[in-house]
Structures are given as C-alpha cells and as structure tokens.
C-alpha cells in the first residue's frame, strides 16, 4: 500500500493526517509542506503574535513528537511541483516521486497580489506565513504611522494591534464600509466604530493607485482620486487566492478553488481537496457552492474526508463558524448570510456587546455577535436545526430564551 499523501501541511493538512489515525488508518501517511516549519495555526499571526502576547512555539498545532508517535511522515520545506494521475504519484521539485493510494490537496490559498506601481518596495508587507509575521513584527519597531489597504478581517486585526502599539494608522478601503464581503452594514458600522474610538481613520471609496517611494522604500500609498496616505509601512490586505493550479494542471477542474462533491471528492476518485483551496457545494450557501477561508471549514472538511477514508463517507454540511479578534473586541459569525433581506439587532451597539441576526426569505442565515459569545453557541445549533422557524422578532427580543427554543425544537424532532 502507498497509503494516503497530503498536499500541504497548514490547518487541513494536519487535521487529515490526525484524524485519520484516530480513526484507525494504519497504512502510511505522509505530508508534504512548503513551509519549513511544524505546522502552526495562523490566527494568532494577525492577533497575539503580533502583539507579542504568544510565541511560535505556542502555534504548532502539536509537539514534534506527536508527528513520530502518530507515524505521520512529516516533510516540510518541500515542495508537490506535479501530480501525474494516471500513475498516482505525485512529483517534488526535487524529482523525487511518490505514490498514492489516496491523495488529498490542502494546499490553502495565498495573499492576492496589489496590482500596482511599488508594491513590490521594501516597506510594504503582506501577512499568511509565520515569515510574514516575524518580518512584519521586527519591521512595527519603529514605525510611526501605517497605511493599510482593505478593510477585511486582516486588515482590521492589523489595525487593532498598531493602534494598540500607540501607532498612527489609515485604512485605505475601495468600498464604502468595512467588511462589506463578510458582514451586515449593522455590524459593519458597529465594528468600524471601535477602530474609529481606538484612533484609527478610514478613507472609504479610495482606490490604491501606486506605493508611494522615496529612496526606494514605501512611504505611503496614492489614491486614484489624487489623495496621498503617509506610512512608514504598508500592509496590504486585500483577500486570497485558492492554491489550485496543481490541480488545474493534473486536468482536475477548478473554478474559485478545486472542484469537489459533498464529500470533497474531486472528479478524480483518488484525490480529495480541503480547506481553503475547496469549492464544495454547502446547504448553508445561497449559490449552492462556496469555498470557505476558515479554521472551522478547514477542521470539518479534513475530518469528512478522513471519515470517508475510514470507511465512514458523509457531507462536508458543518454550519460554517467564523471569528476575528480586533483589540478588545471580538467578532463572531455563524452561517453564510450574504445575501440576506432582513436584519435585526438582539441587544444594542451601545452597551458594546450584540448580535445581529439575518434572514433570507423568511429564514435565518447567519448571526454576528460582538462580545456575544453564548449568541454565537445558540446561533450554531439554530442554523444546525435548520427547520427551527425563529422569527425576526423572537430574535429581536432579548426576553425570549433562545436556548429554550432550540432545546423544544429538539425534543420535538
Ligand atoms: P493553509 O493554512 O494556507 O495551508 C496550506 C499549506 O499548503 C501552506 O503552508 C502552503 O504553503 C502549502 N502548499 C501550497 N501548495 C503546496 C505545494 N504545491 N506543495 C507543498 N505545500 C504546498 N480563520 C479563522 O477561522 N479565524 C481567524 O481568526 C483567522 N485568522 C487568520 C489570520 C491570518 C493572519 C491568516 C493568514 C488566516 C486566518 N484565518 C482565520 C484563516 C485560516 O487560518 C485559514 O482558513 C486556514 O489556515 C486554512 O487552512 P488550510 O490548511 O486550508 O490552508
């Protein structure tokens, strides 16, 4: 037996090889990584780490030794240049070859480039890799002021931490508001109202044009409307791009990610695809499909298909979970609610600790809560029990007991 290979040793990677041994997979298991380190969890790049709060050490999803212990064949700092599927091998860059019985592709996704004048400057940084945060992290030392461009989860974390530093910072957005990829304007003007408290400005419907240089260093960033930012550095946090040529290039089709079924299957019977390089049909996505960007989605998807090797298939169906920590705040979201018709609060922005629930079409399709994090438990096994029938205005009421409904609609069912 080859046993299974796993493309890629992020949050998937390192599930599926775990998982699989829990669940009693005995023949080999080898992950393959380009990154040189163990692997490691990257929220905490954006959050603690950069606030100097953790360590690498305290990253890695687990010790060297489990790796040993579990006979997981751990090979990082290589790289999967090739798959040849009719031969089930994989090829390294090295040249070397391996076979497979099974191979799984958890190869992630990468910052999406700026497409503009400088961005390439010393000065101007962009945040996925443990590298990324330690260059980043020496780099903050003596900066006075940043500039970062978008106003997504990265950004904003980004943000929370340099405000918090005491440094100057602007965030230069295309959109009118933040987040406008992820939550509701309710939230949006919410969270955008504890980074403005923190000092933090925006500059909203600004199109980043060129890096600004002077002795070839980054020293801001231009707008096309003719507005200047100022920085001693740039981060730019502009979205993701699925890592999916390797399987474009083996003929497997890819799309916004790697094509898979339910239970993440691509066309090809003997390759899976996880995590942030899958595009999976959902029941929670209006679309039908959707690729996640999230530990949760990452989790869930390594764990179905290490089911699945085992002899147990099942859907890749987990209610999506999502959380993003900006300074003292901390957001929370369950489902997919974009898009929704209706909105409501439980709880008031003011008091600095609310959910929003939505709905579509009568239905209730996500729930963000900042601060609210039994919301957030009872919003996920709402959304689990998807014929629970909460209203708008139950949601609305903080008198009705949310956790009772869920539990009744259980009983019943
Ligand atoms: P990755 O973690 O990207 O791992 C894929 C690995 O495969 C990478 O190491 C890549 O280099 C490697 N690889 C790619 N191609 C090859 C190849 N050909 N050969 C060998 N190796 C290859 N999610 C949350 O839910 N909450 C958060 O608060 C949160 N914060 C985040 C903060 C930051 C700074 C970042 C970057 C992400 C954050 N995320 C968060 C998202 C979450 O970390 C990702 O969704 C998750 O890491 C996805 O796991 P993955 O294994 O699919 O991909």
Redesign the pocket.
């Known amino acids: 037996m080859s046993g299974i290979v796993i ?8 599930q599926l090889g775990a998982s699989l041994r829990q669940g009693g997979y005995r023949e080999p298991i080898t992950l ?4 040189t380190h163990l692997p490691y ?7 603690a780490y950069l606030m100097g709060k953790t360590n690498a050490a305290a990253l890695q999803l687990r010790p060297s030794a489990f790796y040993a212990d579990q006979s997981l064949t751990l090979r990082v700092g ?4 090739e798959i040849a599927p009719t031969l089930q091998r994989v090829i390294l860059t090295s040249g070397e070859k391996l076979s497979y019985d099974h191979l799984v592709l ?5 910052n999406r480039p700026l497409p503009v004048p400088g961005a390439a400057l010393p000065g101007v940084f962009q ?3 443990l590298a990324d ?1 330690d260059a980043l992290k020496a780099a903050l030392h003596d900066v006075k002021a940043v500039a970062i461009v978008g106003a997504g ?2 950004g904003l ?1 980004f943000a929370a931490v340099c405000a918090g530093k005491g440094i100057a910072v602007t965030v230069i957005e295309g959109a009118n508001r933040i987040l406008a990829r992820s939550v509701s304007p309710l939230m949006a003007t919410a969270v955008e109202a504890t980074h403005r408290a923190a000092g933090v400005h925006f500059a909203f419907g600004a199109v980043v044009s060129a890096i600004l240089e002077r002795n070839g260093r980054a020293v801001g960033v231009a707008a096309t409307d003719g507005s200047n930012y100022a920085a001693d550095l740039v981060l730019v946090g502009i979205g ?1 791009l699925p ?1 999916q040529e ?1 399987a474009r290039d083996a003929g497997l089709p890819v799309s916004n990610g790697i094509e898979v079924d339910e239970t993440l299957l691509t066309v090809d019977p003997a390759i899976s695809a ?5 595009h999976h049909p959902s029941p929670h996505s209006h679309e039908g499909r959707v690729r ?7 989790v869930d998807g390594a764990r179905c298909v290490a089911a699945r090797i085992n002899g147990q298939p099942g859907s890749h169906v987990a209610v999506p979970w ?4 900006q300074g003292a705040y901390k957001l929370q979201i369950a489902g997919l609610a974009a898009p929704h018709d209706l909105a409501v609060l439980r709880g008031s922005p003011d008091d600095g600790a609310f959910s929003v629930f939505c709905f579509r079409e009568g239905s209730l399709v996500g729930v963000e809560s900042l601060n609210k994090p039994g919301d957030h438990m009872i919003a996920r096994r709402l959304l689990e029990d998807r014929q629970a029938n909460l209203t708008p205005e139950q949601a609305a009421d903080t008198t009705f007991d949310l956790k009772a409904s869920v539990a009744g609609h259980r009983r019943q069912n």
């Open positions: 493309v890629g040793t992020g949050q998937a990677g390192f393959i990584g380009d990154e969890g990257r929220p905490a790049l954006s959050k290589e790289r999967v240049a958890a190869t992630g996704s990468r945040l996925r890799t945060a989860f990265i974390e993701v890592n390797l996880i995590g942030d390089c899958a996640i960007e999230s530990v949760q989605s990452a999502f959380w993003s920590d």
